[in-house]
């Protein structure tokens, strides 16, 4: 591998862009979405004023519009790197230009970190809330005594796998059930889990209440059924029914 190839796929961190908040940079800290954080420096007398221009903030409530969860994510992170926080920005001010690349990289460090904070704890909410859905659905169309919940399973690989919800079917068929919501981290943990567990009877439901993304229903298919929070019930029990 040379060095010039490694020069041309880092070539992007190079540019900076002229805004009127400020020259403005990509760093290579990423938000939730995999997008590159772009700082901006502004020049204010001898000094300099660094923000992230809200994309900490705007990140977030891309994937949930909880704006409590976003503004602790903030302040902490803001505690965290000795920032301060205008309005929905990160910044540092005051910084001399010996500080200038320190105060870049806390800004963009600090603005990644809420952001995926912020998105990870929503997306924890979420998914209990669908959790609770399921059980619920379970329980009418089980009885509370015909399921388990939290179980692990011994995947392929020979590590345990976590499902939400485990179902005894006649004919030793077993359904392993998985609530998913629309995030990259939620759908890969959910894929991993699925594929690694194996049985020949075995039927696996990826149980979603919110609108997956395209691509991302394509992967799950692969390794499980895709099923709508509305249809649990009548699907589980054709499967479990008919093996």
């Not at 007398?45 to 949930?64: C, N, P, Q, T």
């Not at 990160?90 to 912020?118: M, P």
């Given at each position: 591998?040379s060095c010039?190839?490694?020069?041309?796929?880092?070539?992007?961190f190079?540019?900076?862009?002229?805004?009127?908040?400020g020259?403005?940079?990509?760093?290579?800290?990423?938000?939730p979405?995999?997008e590159?954080?772009?700082?901006?420096?502004?020049?204010?007398g001898?000094?300099?004023?660094v923000?992230?221009g809200?994309?900490a903030h705007d990140?977030?409530?891309l994937?949930?519009?909880?704006?409590g969860?976003?503004?602790?994510?903030?302040?902490?992170e803001c505690?965290r790197f000795r920032l301060a926080?205008?309005g929905?920005?990160?910044?540092?001010?005051?910084?001399?230009?010996?500080?200038?690349g320190s105060?870049i990289?806390s800004?963009a460090n600090?603005?990644a970190s809420?952001?995926?904070?912020a998105?990870?704890?929503?997306?924890?909410?979420?998914?209990?809330m669908?959790v609770?859905?399921?059980q619920k659905a379970?329980s009418?169309?089980?009885?509370?005594g015909g399921?388990?919940?939290?179980v692990?399973?011994?995947g392929?690989?020979?590590?345990?796998?976590?499902f939400?919800f485990a179902?005894?079917?006649?004919?030793?068929?077993?359904l392993?059930i998985n609530g998913?919501?629309?995030h990259?981290?939620?759908?890969s943990?959910?894929?991993?889990?699925f594929a690694?567990?194996?049985?020949d009877?075995?039927?696996?439901f990826a149980?979603f209440?919110?609108r997956?993304?395209t691509?991302?229903t394509a992967?799950l298919?692969?390794v499980a059924?895709i099923?709508?929070?509305g249809s649990l019930s009548r699907?589980a029990?054709?499967?479990l029914?008919?093996?």
């Amino acid at each position: 591998m040379s060095c010039e190839e490694i020069r041309a796929a880092l070539s992007m961190f190079d540019t900076c862009e002229e805004t009127p908040d400020g020259a403005r940079i990509a760093t290579h800290c990423l938000y939730p979405s995999f997008e590159s954080v772009r700082i901006y420096v502004a020049k204010t007398g001898d000094s300099f004023r660094v923000h992230d221009g809200g994309g900490a903030h705007d990140a977030a409530w891309l994937h949930g519009r909880d704006e409590g969860a976003i503004s602790r994510a903030l302040i902490k992170e803001c505690s965290r790197f000795r920032l301060a926080l205008s309005g929905e920005t990160l910044v540092a001010s005051g910084i001399s230009r010996e500080w200038l690349g320190s105060a870049i990289l806390s800004v963009a460090n600090a603005s990644a970190s809420a952001a995926n904070t912020a998105v990870a704890k929503m997306i924890a909410a979420a998914e209990e809330m669908l959790v609770d859905r399921i059980q619920k659905a379970l329980s009418d169309t089980f009885g509370v005594g015909g399921f388990k919940r939290s179980v692990e399973v011994k995947g392929k690989s020979g590590g345990a796998r976590h499902f939400d919800f485990a179902v005894r079917g006649a004919n030793d068929n077993d359904l392993l059930i998985n609530g998913v919501s629309p995030h990259h981290s939620s759908i890969s943990a959910k894929y991993v889990a699925f594929a690694d567990a194996e049985g020949d009877q075995l039927h696996k439901f990826a149980v979603f209440d919110r609108r997956l993304e395209t691509d991302d229903t394509a992967l799950l298919q692969q390794v499980a059924s895709i099923v709508p929070i509305g249809s649990l019930s009548r699907g589980a029990k054709r499967v479990l029914a008919h093996g």
